[in-house]
Each structure stands twice: as C-alpha cells, then as structure tokens.
C-alpha cells in the first residue's frame, strides 16, 4: 500500500524529533566532566533509525555527525543479532568508522515492544585517551600507536551490565581518568534521555497497523 504524504504527521514527528537531540545536546553540556565538552562544547548527538540512518541531529559540531552512518555501519555489522535492550557500545578507531581517537562515539539500541527502532548517538571529545603526549594529540605522531587507545566497537554495557574490565582498561592507559569516565557516564545519561524521549514519541504517535509499527516507517511516509 503506497503511503500518503500527512504534513499533520510529518511535523509532529520532526518536531517530536529536534527536540530530542536538542534536549539530548544541553544534557552533554550539564554532566559532562571536562571543559572541552561541557564549555568548548565538542560533542555532538543524534537519533537513527534501526538501519543507522540519522533522523535528527542536534546544532551540535557537524563534523561529527558526518561520521555517524560509516560508524553505525560497522557497529550494525559488528553486532548483528546481538543487541539487546541495555547494550552501550562505544567505539574510537577511526579504521572502524571513527574520527581521531579522543572522539569517543556512544551507541544505544533503543527497543519497543521488543523491536530495535533506533539508536541514541552521543560523540564527545575526551580530554585524554593515553599515547605519547598529554591530550592525545600531537602533530608530529608518525603512526596511530602513537595517539592513543584504540577501541574497536565494543559493549560498555551489556543487557544494563557494565563491562568491568572494558572500564578497568580504559582508565588504566589514560592520564585523567577520573574525568574520561565522568564524560563517558555523561554520554550515557545523554543516551537515556534519547532513548526515553524516543520511545514516548512512538508511544504517541504509533501509525496504523498497515503502516508497520516503527516511527522511521512513518517519518519515511511523511518525508517522502
């Protein structure tokens, strides 16, 4: 059945949208640890649908929003039929679809009545990752070992259940980490507030039986 443009539809849920990784952007600001996210503000965040494809983004540093699909990408691929409600994933190496290594990206599959529908993204640059020098960067680093830890698409959280040793790592080979893992709980907060903040608006806004019960069918129905 062809689906109708509804501008009603339509600008309800990009609207419902906006606002969540609006709201999403001024959590990052309020619970990060260190300065360069929460006043130099280098973060980014955004909503995709369950194939990865960005639905909103916060005004928010654009650069790394232009990362999302390829990182989505991998992480569909990494994960494929394993993700379950209460999974985190974290990633950093750019040869896994991300930037330089002190962006760390953040992933929560978010589901509804049992059906992944999407993701909560949250991009934060950490004021330290390890390497060399203070700040992870440098201009004269000849090769990436030099920059940094490298974390390939991993589950910080598995089903709700942090991963110990993943955390243990990471604030072994950095110099503040006190500070990473404050920023990396502010991402996850973030994540929690997208998520919810999703969800409620599916709850609202459920299209018709013939449609598929997924906000992306409907946001692709009223974006055309």
Not at 5 to 31: E, H, Q, S, W
Not at 187 to 211: D, R
Request: some cysteine.
């Amino acid at each position: 059945m062809t689906m109708k443009r509804d501008p009603i539809t339509f600008a309800v849920i990009k609207n419902g949208l906006d606002t969540i990784v609006d709201d999403m952007a001024y959590t990052v600001m309020r619970t990060a640890r260190s300065p360069i996210v929460r006043d130099v503000l280098d973060y980014s965040t955004t909503i995709t649908d369950a194939r990865g494809r960005i639905l909103a983004q916060a005004k928010t540093v654009a650069l790394h929003l232009g990362a999302v699909p390829d990182a989505m990408t991998v992480v569909l691929d990494e994960f494929d039929g394993d993700l379950f409600e209460g999974d985190v994933i974290i990633l950093n190496d750019p040869y896994a679809g991300g930037m330089h290594l002190p962006d760390i990206f953040m992933f929560k599959p978010i589901f509804h009545r049992e059906i992944l529908q999407g993701f909560a993204v949250v991009i934060a640059h950490h004021g330290d990752v390890g390497g060399r020098v203070p700040g992870s960067n440098a201009s004269d680093s000849t090769e990436i070992f030099q920059e940094g830890l490298r974390i390939p698409p991993l589950k910080l959280y598995a089903a709700g259940q942090p991963d110990r040793s993943l955390f243990a790592l990471l604030r072994t080979n950095v110099r503040l980490p006190q500070m990473l893992i404050g920023d990396l709980q502010a991402q996850l907060a973030t994540c929690y507030v997208g998520e919810g903040a999703f969800i409620s608006l599916l709850e609202k806004n459920m299209a018709p039986p013939h449609w598929g019960n997924t906000l992306t069918n409907c946001w692709i129905m009223a974006n055309g």
